[in-house]
Nanobody
Framework: QVQLVESGGGAVQAGGSLRLSCSAS????????VAWYRQVLGKQRELVAQ???????NYADSVKGRFTISTDNAKNTVYLQMNSLKVEDTGVYYC?????????WGRGTQVTVSS
């Protein structure tokens, strides 16, 4: 059973930065997609960033130029570097990995951006 554990969330002022980490229980190479989603209170969960088949990264328009998804294969870890944070980035961020057409989700980490 794949396990994903997020960390790095917290409270930050607008304009600040955070780096989220997602530690996987197995090699990143076993997944065809790794991604970060977020859920803002009262809204549907949305895709923030993803890497498909270890190719280039894709980002939601709202975070392009501010967020960067990356992987450290030696550490089985997926990162989300978030810069120039905005109040509207507040939410619970989830790490997701897809393997053999099954999506595995972490439990999420809270990010709170204040003005």
């Amino acid at each position: 059973q794949v396990q994903l554990v997020e960390s790095g969330g917290g409270a930050v002022q607008a304009g600040g930065s955070l780096r989220l980490s997602c530690s996987a229980s197995e090699s990143i190479f076993s997944f065809n997609i790794v991604a970060w989603y977020r859920q803002v209170l009262g809204k549907q969960r949305e895709l923030v960033a993803q890497i498909i088949n270890r190719g280039s990264a894709n980002y939601a328009d709202s975070v392009k130029g501010r967020f960067t998804i990356s992987t450290d294969n030696a550490k089985n870890t997926v990162y989300l570097q978030m810069n120039s944070l905005k109040v509207e980035d507040t939410g619970v961020y989830y790490c997701v990995a897809q393997k053999q057409r099954t999506n595995y989700w972490g439990r999420g980490t809270q990010v709170t951006v204040s003005s």
